[in-house]
């Protein structure tokens, strides 16, 4: 052991070492009301690699921070071992894998869970690292990727937040947690003259919770209480993705078909109560993407998303968790598990983007507008960013929701009270 | 009245011969001189083009933007390698690979380009780190500014010798330098530029200014190239300045380390590498 570890020190000497970081200096104001928005931010990032030959190690950590009340906990993100043979690549550890080919809102994106907290960041930003094995062979015009996730990770959502209106006051128990962790993907890429194909499936655990029994007790006649009982779906995502050229516009497409079943309860017969009854989900939804994107002769980027989701097939059914028979309870609201974060948001949503960079890069403008086009609903983001010195930046955002005065559960109308004004002191190193 | 007419047409017609035959005996009389010009600043761009190139070449360049409002001087810099290998394969003439170092916001994004000999377009992709992604884009069209720069990708791709006609129209001193002149007139209409005046050292044959014209014969662009290194058999241009005329502009590209042939293997040019640090 001694030997290994002085042989692997003494190639870590003769490694070439990368590193590269941000701090962020962050403040949030609430447009409503001016009072000041509280939520954790990244206010320190690190990315640091080791290269030897093929070999990398690389990890990226941070630190993230709350102003008010003053609190920091520390991150890490993805620390990961990378070999690059002559006909790929494998890499092992805790990584944040992307796939797919739309800027963000990836439907076929689903190894990595979602971080909540962050769903306004687009790319790597938002997701959370997983422990995973992965393999990348490159063939001709063609790559096969496959992924082995040996321990699931969950979303994580903002409880409890009372600044971030979409919050659930409590983290709810899950009373059934995954059993079976392993998940596993595969893609499939190739190129066919000035377009790229995609192919991939992926089956994992879903990383929001539902329902999957309730406990429904009869404290006195015609009164009952339901406990609502969470868990997790299995999910199958077959997906495909595109990219092509039509003239100066670049065509990106996405979709994917999610295949969502609750597992069978493993009961355990003495502690299960008799009040017990199972909920058995089979449901098939779909989302996509389609973005065009142009870029205008002064490099300003213009591009436009057609974001959709929508339920193919459902079947459900309730049964009595010991006699197994059938009961005829309603089903509640299905909510997706995975995929696109934007779906929470709208079922048809168009998101146009613009940004530029001016002045040698010292100035950068970017915008976003989402319009719900299913319900009422849109959100506006526009920012400035100006850099008076090299590696500095000072960046000003302002985000407006505007929802449906008719209609309060509208997501757009609950989003309001988060319209705010950001200013950002950066530094990157 | 016939016979006069007769005799009209007898007159103008040889008139008209003997007009042909001054005009015969004055083209045959320039064409050797005219076909030496042309020969001889084709064969001094040959003879640049002929220079030793390595194979593969690695390069650190310091990329300053300079702006100018009156006597003031603002300049931001970015510092990027070049990777590139030349191909004999029948389907590519070159792969490159870009990646940025400076700023550090910028740090680790780069491009993979294959450069095919008969496709339209160049296979393209670009790597953002902030998404993690390898992105297959379209390559830009060659008249488009490179990066924001004053070069454009025209400007920093090879230009085959056959897309353009060389006149050798005088010699001068630039840098110090001896230098012919060189008038080349695109023959392939599929550029931005009317013309080019090209300074070449007389003694090394290494291009020095080159000055571009646009199609209404007006100058807006001047690229010097005062420094040239002899490493090994390559000679190294270690900056070169591209002044934009028309908003008072430039780009300085500084060589801060240049390495040759290192026998890269071709896997440096694919999406792996590109994601790498």
């Known amino acids: 052991m001694k030997k290994i570890t002085f042989i692997f020190s003494i190639s870590l000497m003769f490694a070439q070492v990368n590193y590269s970081g941000e701090f962020t200096a962050k403040s949030m104001t609430r447009i409503s009301n001016k009072s000041q928005i509280n939520l954790p931010y990244r206010i320190f990032s690190l990315n640091l690699g080791y290269t030897l030959g093929s070999i990398d190690i690389n990890t990226v950590t941070g630190i993230e921070y709350r102003n008010n009340p003053s609190e920091s906990n520390y991150v890490l993100r993805e620390a990961y071992l990378a070999y690059y043979p002559e006909w790929g690549e494998v890499k092992f550890g805790k990584q944040i894998h992307a796939w797919g080919s739309a800027d963000g809102n990836n439907p076929t994106d689903n190894i990595n869970p979602y971080d909540y907290y962050y769903l306004f960041k687009i790319g790597e930003g938002r997701k959370i690292g997983v422990i995973s094995f992965s393999s990348k062979l490159y063939f001709g015009n063609s790559n096969l990727e496959g992924v082995i996730i040996p321990k699931y990770e969950k979303n994580r959502f903002p409880y409890g937040e009372k600044d971030f209106p979409l919050s659930i006051p409590t983290e709810p128990e899950i009373k059934y947690p995954v059993e079976n962790e392993y998940e596993f993907g595969f893609r499939l890429q190739t190129t066919i003259g000035e377009s790229d194909i995609g192919l991939s499936l992926f089956r994992g655990s879903d990383r929001a919770p539902s329902l999957r029994a309730a406990n429904i007790t009869y404290e006195v006649e015609n009164e009952f209480q339901i406990e609502s009982l969470l868990g997790y779906r299995e999910t199958l995502v077959t997906g495909l993705d595109f990219v092509t050229f039509i003239g100066d516009l670049t065509l990106r497409g996405e979709a994917a078909l999610f295949r969502s079943r609750s597992p069978i309860l493993v009961l355990n017969l003495f502690k299960t109560p008799l009040s017990l009854y199972e909920f058995q989900q089979d449901i098939t939804y779909s989302q996509y993407v389609l973005q065009v994107e142009y870029t205008t002769n002064s490099d300003i980027l213009l591009s436009g998303q057609l974001i959709g989701n929508s339920v193919q097939d459902e079947a459900y059914e309730w049964y009595h968790s010991s006699s197994r028979e059938y009961v005829d309870f309603a089903s509640p609201d299905f909510q997706p598990g995975m995929g696109n974060p934007i779906a929470m948001f709208s079922e048809l949503a168009l998101l146009l983007s613009s940004s530029g960079v001016f002045m040698d890069d010292r100035l950068e403008l970017k915008g976003n507008i989402m319009t719900n086009l299913d319900e009422k609903g849109n959100m506006f983001s526009g920012s400035i960013g100006y850099s008076p010195w090299i590696n500095w930046k000072l960046e000003t955002t302002i985000t407006k929701f505007n929802g449906d005065k008719d209609d309060l559960d509208n997501t757009f109308t609950i989003m309001e009270d988060f319209s705010n004004l950001s200013f950002n002191i950066i530094y990157n190193f | ?277």
């Open chain 2, 1 to 277: 009245m016939n016979k006069i007419n007769h005799k009209l047409q007898l007159l103008y017609k040889n008139k008209l011969i003997d007009s042909i035959k001054l005009y015969l005996l004055i083209i045959l009389f320039l064409f050797p001189i005219i076909t030496n010009a042309q020969q001889s600043g084709l064969s001094i761009m040959q003879k640049m083009d002929q220079l030793k190139k390595p194979s593969d070449s690695e390069t650190k360049i310091k990329m300053t933007l300079v702006s100018k409002k009156g006597d003031k001087e603002r300049s931001r810099s970015r510092v990027l390698t070049t990777i590139e290998k030349k191909y004999e394969d029948g389907i590519y003439k070159l792969k490159s690979l870009l990646r940025f170092s400076e700023p550090k916001e910028v740090n680790g994004t780069a491009f993979l380009t294959w450069d095919r000999i008969d496709a339209k377009f160049d296979d393209q992709w670009l790597y953002l780190p902030a998404l993690k992604k390898v992105k297959r884009i379209r390559a830009k069209d060659k008249e488009r500014s490179f990066m924001g720069t004053d070069f454009s990708y025209e400007d920093l791709s090879a230009r085959d010798l056959k897309f353009d006609e060389y006149e050798l129209i005088g010699e001068g001193i630039v840098h110090g330098t001896q230098c012919y002149k060189i008038n080349a007139i695109p023959l392939e209409k599929r550029t931005q530029y009317g013309s080019r005046l090209i300074w070449v050292d007389k003694e090394n044959f290494l291009m020095k200014r080159v000055e571009f014209y646009n199609k209404k014969e007006m100058v807006f662009k001047i690229l010097d190239i005062p420094d040239h290194v002899k490493n090994g058999d390559y000679w190294t241009a270690t900056k070169m300045i591209m002044k934009n005329l028309k908003n008072n502009h430039r780009t300085e590209l500084t060589v801060l380390k240049v390495k040759y042939d290192q026998n890269l293997k071709d896997n440096v040019f694919t999406e792996s590498f590109l994601k790498r640090n």
